[in-house]
């Protein structure tokens, strides 16, 4: 089976768009770490339960995280299919700039090779 690695225009907007606030990293952050339930999360922000709910939504929406039901608990757990395709996505644009910077480079070298005048 062949892992898919790009990604839509809609996840893309999807992905940057749960990664915009700093709450959502964190959550995403500490799911990385280990499976937690949304209460545990909840219980370490300085907003409503609800407030978190909706944070742990817009992740899942984004698929960067996975949520499952164990008894009256919802887990929560990152993603790490996605979160290689959200990479991959940024490793493209830096490897972009990465080249715009050294054909950059490459005409400096060449004007300063061969001044005008000279």
Do not use: C
């Not at 892992?3 to 500490?30: G, M, Y």
């Not at 757990?77 to 050294?102: G, H, K, V």
């Amino acid at each position: 089976m062949v892992a898919q690695l790009e990604l839509s225009e809609a996840e893309i907007d999807r992905v940057f768009h749960a990664l915009a606030t700093s709450t959502r990293r964190d959550i995403l952050r500490r799911t990385i770490e280990q499976e937690q339930s949304v209460s545990t999360l909840a219980a370490d922000y300085d907003m409503s339960f609800a407030a978190v709910q909706k944070h742990v939504a817009v992740l899942e929406a984004a698929s960067l995280i996975i949520k499952r039901a164990e008894g009256r608990e919802r887990l929560v757990r990152a993603n790490p299919e996605m979160i290689a395709r959200a990479r991959a996505l940024l490793a493209q644009y830096e490897d972009q700039w990465r080249s715009r910077i050294a054909r950059l480079d490459d005409l400096l070298a060449e004007e300063a090779a061969n001044p005008e005048g000279a």
